[in-house]
């Protein structure tokens, strides 16, 4: 049987995923028939985070490949961008909370100081 799937790239820490078909039986970075796409977790700034060809993966589709969970996901994020939206928001959102924290903190401590340097002037008074 066929498969759409990943195959990991990358260095430690840092994962690049090239989009796949393969027989079910190659090892998961072992030989694969054609390479429809390439996926990357963690892109930034101009990076394209996913990229592939539609066609291709139609075409496997056809001939009765089965696309991995993973791939699925991805084909419907190319389809709905809608979910890249989201995902963009909800990391805006996670970024000014932990702000808010850092600032809740640094003010937290600036006071803390501020005390314990008046009960020393206080004590040596």
């Not at 490949?65 to 995902?87: F, H, Y």
Request: glycine residues 6%; charged residues 40%.
């Amino acid at each position: 049987m066929v498969v759409i799937r990943l195959s990991r790239g990358g260095t430690n820490k840092r994962p690049f995923y090239k989009i796949v078909v393969a027989d079910r039986r190659a090892s998961r970075d072992g030989n694969y028939l054609e390479r429809v796409g390439y996926f990357n977790p963690i892109a930034t700034g101009g990076e394209k985070r996913l990229e592939l060809d539609k066609e291709r993966v139609a075409h496997w589709i056809s001939k009765g490949a089965q696309p991995s969970d993973r791939v699925k996901n991805l084909l419907c994020e190319l389809d709905k961008p809608e979910i890249l939206e989201k995902r963009a928001t909800k990391k805006a959102t996670r970024k000014t909370r932990q702000k808010e924290k850092a600032a809740v903190k640094t003010e937290v401590a600036t006071e803390n100081t501020e005390v314990k340097e008046e009960k020393v002037a206080e004590e040596s008074k």
